[in-house]
């Protein structure tokens, strides 16, 4: 999840100082640390300022700082958690999950597993190609569909997003379906044609189920790090984002944004793909995330 040189600078500051009394040169060399986490400049103050204020004037381990440093960080972490199969269970109508993201973070992908995450849970998803931008979008996504043993409702290419995501709606309520989930295009995002077109498919929707989408799920690459930082930004100014799926959390990424994502617009993960399988994607655990900082 963390790159290794990050990995092995953080254990080497907590290991073999468990009975250590913590001196500034330490918090100096942590928010260095820190910094190599790609967390960002603002965040890594915030928390070396609340560090240094439970410290301050007290003879604290190292050791003790380890515990610390990990419920600074996993209270960004905590805001808004809520568990969606709860909430398609209670919903009267098909929970409509709309999945947005840029090119090439896995969104296509994601979109296959997390429908056949849903099914194995005792869910009946059908899922809608929306992404008519794309050329062979509509046939990876099948092929993802197939996978999953999924119902995909589709186009052709260059038919209008909005049209697909209506049409799925409609058979999701006629099929007696509880879980739709709409493939949008991976668009760039300062592509604002592209984004605008977002609004467009959800105002469609919400002539069927007016509280559509349930979810407007972002997608993010942990692979790109700060990048997604601007991507988020960029996507809340069009959309409601509800909540983020990660991406490629069996890569090398620094993954320190997320703590920057959560610290700056509270929205929570709810799932993260881990590899190329189709089983390959589970429900985030932020204890587990937070541990990865502290561990090999």
């Known amino acids: 999840?963390?790159?290794?040189?990050?990995?092995?600078?953080?254990k080497n500051f907590f290991s073999n100082k468990e009975k250590k009394i913590v001196e500034l040169s330490?918090?100096?060399h942590l928010e260095k640390i820190l910094l190599s986490a790609?967390?960002?400049?603002?965040?890594?103050?915030?928390?070396l300022k609340n560090l240094e204020y439970k410290i301050l004037g007290k003879k604290i381990k190292i050791n003790d700082l380890n515990g610390l440093l990990k419920n600074e960080i996993i209270n960004f972490f905590t805001e808004k958690k809520y568990s969606i199969e709860k909430k398609i269970t209670n919903c009267n109508n098909p929970y409509v999950c709309t999945i947005v993201g840029v090119n090439g973070v896995g969104k296509t992908t994601t979109?296959?597993?997390?429908?056949?995450?849903?099914?194995?849970?005792?869910?009946n998803p059908i899922i809608g190609a929306s992404d008519t931008f794309?050329?062979?979008a509509i046939d990876?996504?099948?092929?993802?569909?197939?996978?999953?043993?999924?119902?995909?409702?589709?186009q052709k290419i260059n038919s209008d997003p909005a049209s697909v995501a209506y049409d799925t709606i409609q058979s999701a309520k006629s099929k007696n379906k509880d879980v739709v989930?709409?493939?949008?295009?991976?668009?760039?995002?300062?592509?604002?044609?592209?984004?605008?077109?977002?609004?467009?498919?959800?105002?469609?929707?919400?002539?069927?189920?007016p509280e559509a989408p349930h979810e407007t799920m972002l997608v993010l690459d942990a692979t790109n790090g700060q990048n997604s930082f601007d991507q988020t930004k960029k996507f809340i100014s069009f959309v409601h984002v509800s909540c983020m799926i990660l991406t490629k959390l069996d890569g090398t990424a620094k993954g320190g944004f997320v703590i920057n994502i959560m610290n700056k617009f509270k929205i929570p993960i709810q799932y993260v793909g881990i590899g190329e399988k189709i089983d390959d994607f589970k429900e985030f655990n932020e204890q587990k995330f937070i541990n990865d900082f502290f561990s090999k």
Request: glycine share 4%.
């Open 1 to 10: 999840m963390f790159n290794n040189s990050f990995l092995s600078k953080i």
């Open 26 to 28: 330490d918090i100096d």
């Open 38 to 47: 790609d967390i960002g400049t603002d965040l890594t103050v915030k928390i």
């Open 111 to 123: 979109v296959g597993k997390l429908a056949f995450l849903l099914k194995k849970k005792g869910f």
């Open 134 to 136: 794309r050329e062979c």
């Open 140 to 154: 990876q996504l099948e092929i993802w569909a197939n996978r999953a043993k999924v119902p995909l409702v589709k």
């Open 181 to 209: 989930i709409i493939d949008t295009a991976g668009r760039l995002h300062n592509r604002t044609n592209l984004m605008k077109e977002l609004s467009k498919i959800n105002r469609v929707m919400k002539k069927i189920i």
